[in-house]
Each structure stands twice: as structure tokens, then as C-alpha cells.
């Protein structure tokens, strides 16, 4: 049995503890009879990614940090695909290229990837069970801030953060409870995070209005926290490499790369 080390931090910064785990998954995580499939095998080709994803952010190109996201049919640049496995680079730019256009409207640094999903996570009545993960490598140098995660389409909250690397070897396990509640945050250290690891949620509605989000990391079981709000709220899938910002304020000045495989979306059909 391996064993992952993995601290608890409560919101305002309260309740730091660390424990030993490496339990099987809850039985809330078997799968029901009535499975289907909504991504899979989606990094096979680029027309393949372009059936199941969009290039860029939602909203466009820009976000909290200091990249700027670029890519599309034509520009593989920032996003790319080798073998089934999706690479996002940042490059570091040295031209002025003015401020992000998102809070905290920061100097744009980098060039930068990022791809979100055609098809929402909507957890309800109907699909009340979902799973959502991927294999990846990502950079953990202080200036890089990969992610894997779920955010509102017609508002945030809420947010459900499945990888989140802020410029060391900690992934962030968050969740944003509710517009009053604040955010349930599972760190964990990894072993060399540049190496391949899967990280993966398993959400499940437990209430006519919350959910329940249970977070693994190499298939084992870190933690739990509740998604207030979340039940029939469409929920955004994104995969990107920013930079700067919360991570720190002097990323690399070479290219850095961030892989994914083997991502996978699925749901129970009630």
C-alpha cells in the first residue's frame, strides 16, 4: 500500500494537519450499472480534440496571470499533440504586450495554452454521479501555475480544482463551497510532479441543492469536501498552463511544458 502524505487547510488558513492515507476509494466512487462515456481518447488527433474541445480559455485569452493564451486549427504552437498526449508550453516573451485584461490585470510575460471542453459538467437529477480525470506532468518551479479544473459557465461560484500547482511540489485540491461559504482546500505533497500522475474527482449529488467531491491522487483517496450549490449549475472542464501570479513573480525564462493524457469524463444516466 503507498502512502501519500496530505495536509488539510480549512478556509482563512486554520487546521493545518497531516496524515498518512493510501485507503481504497469510498463506495460512493463505484460506478452505477447506467455509465456512459462523454470524453474520452479525445488527444488521439487534432481533429479528434477539436470534436471535444475549444481552444483558449471560455471567456478568451487572458486570466489571473501573466500568460496570454494562444492557439487554434492553425496554431499549434502553445497547444499541442504527440502520440495522445496534449502539451501546453509558456514561452516567455520580451516585447511589451500590454495587461491582462482579467483581475488582477497583470503584465503579460508569456505565451501560454490552454483548452476547455465542449461539453459541461451539470450534476443533477438526471446525471447525478460524474468522474473527471487525467494522467499529466506538470511543472512545479516557482512562476508556474498548471491546472485541471472545473469553474461556472453562468457564474462562479462555483469551482472545483482537481490539479493546482502554485510554484512547488503541492497540488491544490480546492473547492469553492458557495457564494458565502468560501473554499475547502486538500493540500498534498507530491513526489516529483513532472512526472506522470493521475489525479481524478468523483462527484456525486447528495442533496437537492450540494454535492459531494471526493479528490484522488494516483488512485488513492486524499479528500472529501462538499460542493454547496453546485446541483444543475453547468460547469466548465479547463486544462491550462498559466503563470506568475499566485505561483510567484519571476517565473523561467525558458519554455515550460505541461502534459496530459488519457483524460477522461464520465456520468451516471438516472
Known amino acids: 500500500m503507498t502512502h501519500t502524505r496530505r495536509r488539510f487547510l480549512t478556509a482563512g488558513g486554520a487546521g493545518l494537519a497531516a496524515a498518512a492515507v493510501g485507503w481504497p476509494r469510498p463506495a460512493a466512487a463505484a460506478r452505477p450499472a447506467a455509465w456512459e462515456t462523454v470524453i474520452g481518447d479525445s ?11 475549444n481552444y483558449l480559455y471560455p471567456w ?16 499549434h ?22 495587461n491582462s485584461s482579467a483581475d488582477p490585470h497583470l503584465p503579460i510575460r508569456y505565451h501560454s495554452g490552454a483548452i476547455h471542453a465542449r461539453q459541461h459538467v451539470v450534476v443533477g437529477p438526471q446525471f447525478p ?8 506532468r506538470a511543472p512545479s518551479v516557482p512562476g508556474t501555475w498548471p491546472a485541471f ?63 459531494d467531491i471526493h479528490y484522488y491522487l494516483d488512485d488513492n483517496w486524499v479528500g472529501q469536501h462538499r460542493g454547496a450549490g453546485f446541483v444543475d449549475q453547468p460547469l466548465w472542464i479547463i486544462v491550462n498552463l498559466q503563470m506568475e501570479g499566485s505561483s510567484g513573480s519571476s517565473g523561467p525564462t525558458t519554455d515550460t511544458l505541461y502534459h496530459a493524457r488519457d483524460l477522461y469524463v464520465g456520468r451516471s444516466r438516472a
Do not use: C
Request: net charge negative; glycine share 10%; hydrophobic share 35%.
Open 77 to 98: 504552437n502553445h497547444v499541442s499533440l504527440d502520440g495522445g498526449t496534449l502539451t501546453l508550453r509558456a514561452t516567455r516573451i520580451d516585447w511589451d504586450e500590454g
Open 43 to 53: 488527444f488521439a488527433d487534432y481533429a479528434t480534440l477539436e470534436s471535444s474541445w
Open 149 to 211: 479544473w472545473l469553474t461556472g459557465v453562468n457564474s462562479w461560484p462555483p469551482e472545483s480544482d482537481i490539479l493546482e500547482y502554485k510554484g512547488d511540489a503541492r497540488n491544490w485540491f480546492n473547492t469553492y463551497r458557495n457564494a458565502s461559504g468560501g473554499w475547502s482546500n486538500t493540500l498534498v505533497d507530491v513526489a516529483d510532479p513532472g512526472a506522470w500522475h493521475s489525479y481524478r474527482a468523483w462527484i456525486a449529488q447528495v442533496s437537492a441543492t450540494d454535492v
Open 60 to 75: 478568451g485569452s487572458d486570466h489571473n496571470g501573466t500568460a496570454r493564451m494562444y492557439g487554434g486549427p492553425t496554431d
Open 129 to 136: 454521479e460524474w468522474e473527471v480525470k487525467g494522467s499529466f
